[in-house]
C-alpha cells in the first residue's frame, strides 16, 4: 500500500466513527458519543501522520501529539497554506484537548469518582458538532484521497 492508500484506510475509520455518532445520539448513548468523537480525531490524525510523515504512525491515542507531529513536520509546512492553518490552530488544540479527555476519562484513575467520566448530552451535541467542523477542517489539508467503502 502507497501512503495515499494508507491514508484513505483510516479516513474511512474517522468517516465511520462519525456516522457511528449519529446512532449513539439517537440511543441516547452520551459517553459513547464523546469517546467516538475523540476515536474519529485520532484517525483522522493517523491517516494525516502517514501522509505527511510517510511512516506508520505510532500506538498512542494522544491526539495533542500527533497533532504536533504532522503540523510541525517540514512536509506538512511545506504543502499548507500556513496562514489558514494558524487561523484555527489554537481552537484545534482546544479541541483536542478536550475529546482527549473523555478518551483518559474510560480509565478510571479514581473509582470514587467515576461518575465524572458521564457525559449529558448538551456536552456530546458540542463535541460531536465540534469533531465535525475539525475532522473536516484537518481533511482539508490533504490532497484528495480516495476513501475505501467499508464492506456491508
Known amino acids: 500500500m502507497n501512503k495515499q492508500?494508507?491514508?484513505g484506510y483510516w479516513l474511512m475509520l474517522s468517516d465511520y466513527?462519525?456516522?457511528?455518532?449519529?446512532?449513539?445520539?439517537?440511543?441516547?448513548r452520551w459517553v459513547y458519543v464523546a469517546y467516538l468523537c475523540q476515536q474519529a480525531a485520532e484517525r483522522q490524525l493517523k491517516g494525516m501522520?502517514?501522509?505527511?510523515?510517510?511512516?506508520?504512525?505510532?500506538?498512542?491515542?494522544?491526539?495533542n501529539f500527533l497533532f504536533s507531529k504532522i503540523t510541525g513536520?517540514?512536509?506538512?509546512?511545506?504543502?499548507?497554506n500556513l496562514e489558514r492553518f494558524?487561523?484555527?490552530?489554537n481552537d484545534c488544540e482546544d479541541f483536542l484537548m478536550d475529546v482527549m479527555f473523555y478518551y483518559m476519562s474510560d480509565y478510571p484513575f479514581s473509582y470514587k469518582n467515576i461518575t465524572n467520566r458521564f457525559v449529558d448530552r448538551n456536552l456530546a451535541i458540542d463535541l460531536y458538532?465540534?469533531?465535525?467542523?475539525?475532522?473536516?477542517?484537518?481533511r482539508s489539508?490533504?490532497?484528495?484521497?480516495?476513501?475505501?467503502?467499508?464492506?456491508s
Open 73 to 80: 513536520s517540514e512536509a506538512f509546512r511545506a504543502q499548507t
Open 86 to 89: 494558524e487561523e484555527k490552530k
Open 5 to 7: 492508500e494508507k491514508c
Open 49 to 63: 501522520y502517514v501522509y505527511f510523515l510517510e511512516t506508520e504512525p505510532p500506538k498512542t491515542h494522544n491526539v
Open 17 to 28: 466513527d462519525l456516522g457511528t455518532v449519529d446512532a449513539l445520539i439517537k440511543g441516547e
Open 141 to 151: 489539508f490533504l490532497p484528495e484521497i480516495e476513501i475505501p467503502n467499508i464492506p
Open 129 to 138: 458538532d465540534k469533531a465535525r467542523v475539525f475532522v473536516a477542517w484537518l
